[in-house]
């Protein structure tokens, strides 16, 4: 398992996490763990347009940087996390599961992915 992988495992087995996805924020697919059921190309793609709308709302309400969004569906929720200028984060939960302590460990491990996936 590649130093990368073993970083983002430790975001992977946080309950209630289905999937786990590294992209750039090109909307290129880096990395992905998880099953199947999910677009991961059309996540990828889409992704980024998000962590723009995000980054945009922030600066008109004077409150920074993007880093990190939450988004709750009938299905699950998902969290996109910026992790550098070139990378982004993003983790699809099943519905119902507490996700701050998720929240927490990507704070925690931000730096370390973004050194390690460059």
Do not use: K, N, Q, Y
Request: no cysteine; hydrophobic share 50%; net charge negative.
């Amino acid at each position: 398992m590649s130093e990368l992988e073993t970083v983002l495992e430790d975001l992977r087995v946080h309950e209630g996490v289905e999937h786990l996805l590294l992209l750039g924020r090109d909307g290129l697919l880096i990395h992905h763990s998880g099953g199947d059921g999910v677009d991961t190309e059309t996540v990828a793609a889409l992704a980024p347009g998000l962590a723009s709308a995000g980054a945009a709302l922030g600066d008109a309400a004077g409150r920074g940087e993007f880093s990190t969004a939450v988004l709750e569906w009938e299905a699950g929720v998902g969290v996109l996390a910026s992790v550098s200028s070139d990378t982004l984060l993003a983790i699809l939960l099943h519905p119902g599961v507490g996700f701050a302590p998720l929240l927490r460990s990507i704070r925690e491990r931000r730096a370390d992915i973004a050194a390690i996936a460059g």
